[in-house]
């Protein structure tokens, strides 16, 4: 056994993007995959639980803590191998990884960029935004199985991804993500699909161009961490936009065009989904329910910028945060018959 440095009662507030929660009981981070072991064993033996924590960026921490053990990912290993292949630990920051992509011109991470956390998280909840999703480069992920101890490499087949969604985050108790290998392609054509994208650059742009356009339009969303950004304190999304049936969504697009909440079905933002099913948006959907951008409730609000984001504006609870993540789930069922899930996880 490792020496561990298990510490207690240290607080998980500064850990996480909301600053919100309670302490861990027992706390320790860990650099290395024999650690991680060790620390299993420890909380086993002493008959605790554990928890991951990476990044802390889409994370919720109950405000008394948690009774257990929380083990910080640190591992933090990384190797861009000729012919695009990238491995990286679960603790590498997640732009550390884009970084390298783009300045080495390797495709498939462009549209990745400003994105916090680390990088042992993109495959739990399959990482997206402007046209990109990291399962469609991932070719494998290492993972600690928690009942037997044992590494195992999965293929992406393996993996179960869907829309914000795998295996590992459907089963939590099951993997630790420990690292993550990627397959770009050097020297590729940078990926210009999201619309919003397409109107601010051209299909040729390079891989640089593309990076800085997506950095501008997030930080226009408040969705990249800038220290004097008042929306600052977030865990990005808080939920996942709805995938409903095709009638469903039909019946919401006429809904809002009766009730002039738009004013052609072409307003009512819409995507695709596969079998049959359409992609709603719920900043939308919470806003024409009547929860405009910026609502407060006491320390808590809806960001001023894309109402699918709610701001902690410091000294709140994230009591008041799930109580309100509450009013708005309800207020948009009532108002479309939709309900909406909560995307970061809650720490439990
Ligand atoms: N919209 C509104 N009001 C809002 C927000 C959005 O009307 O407050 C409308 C927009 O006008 C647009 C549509 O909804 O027509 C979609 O908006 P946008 O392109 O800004 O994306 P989003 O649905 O708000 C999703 C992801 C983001 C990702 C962006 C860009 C989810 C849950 N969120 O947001 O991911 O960065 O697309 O691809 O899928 C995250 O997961 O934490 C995250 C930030």
Not at 19 to 34: D, I, M, S
Not at 250 to 268: G, M, N
Not at 291 to 309: F, Q, W
Request: aromatic share 6%; glycine share 10%.
């Amino acid at each position: 056994m490792t020496t561990l440095d298990i510490q207690r009662d240290v607080p998980l507030a500064p850990l996480t993007t909301l600053e919100l929660g309670g302490p861990a009981k027992h706390f320790v981070r860990v650099e290395e995959e024999r650690t991680l072991m060790d620390a299993l064993r420890w909380a086993a033996d002493e008959a605790v639980p554990a928890a991951i924590l990476g990044g802390g960026s889409n994370l919720i921490v109950p405000d008394e803590g948690y009774d257990g053990l929380v083990i910080h990912m640190a591992i933090n290993d990384m190797e861009f191998r000729n012919g695009g292949t990238v491995v990286a630990g679960a603790g590498v920051p997640w732009e550390t990884v884009v970084d390298g992509a783009v300045s080495r011109d390797w495709a498939g991470l462009e549209c990745l960029t400003g994105i916090p956390g680390s990088t042992g998280a993109t495959p739990i909840q399959n990482v997206g935004a402007y046209g990109q999703d990291v399962a469609e480069v991932i070719e494998g992920v290492r993972v600690l199985c928690r009942d037997t101890l044992t590494f195992e490499e999965r293929g992406p087949e393996d993996c179960g991804f869907g829309y914000r969604d795998s295996l590992f985050k459907r089963e939590p108790e099951r993997f630790i993500v420990c690292a993550v290998r990627f397959a770009l392609r050097p020297d590729g054509a940078g990926t210009v699909r999201y619309a919003e994208l397409h109107k601010s650059i051209g299909a040729d742009a390079t891989l640089s161009d593309i990076r800085r356009t997506v950095l501008a339009l997030r930080r226009r969303k408040s969705m990249v961490i800038d220290p004097d950004d008042p929306n600052r304190r977030s865990a990005g999304s808080f939920f996942l936009n709805p995938i409903v049936a095709d009638a469903e969504a039909d019946r919401v697009v006429r809904q809002a065009v009766r009730e002039q909440l738009a004013t052609t079905p072409d307003e009512v933002p819409r995507y695709e989904a596969p079998d049959g099913r359409a992609k709603l948006a719920a900043g939308w959907l919470i806003e024409k329910a009547g929860i405009p951008k910026g609502t407060r409730r006491g320390a808590i609000g809806v960001s001023t910028n894309p109402a699918l984001a709610l701001v902690h504006h410091g000294g709140g609870t994230t009591t008041e945060l799930l109580a309100f993540a509450d009013e708005i789930r309800a207020r948009v069922h009532d108002r479309f018959g939709v309900t909406l899930e909560r995307e970061p996880r809650l720490l439990s």
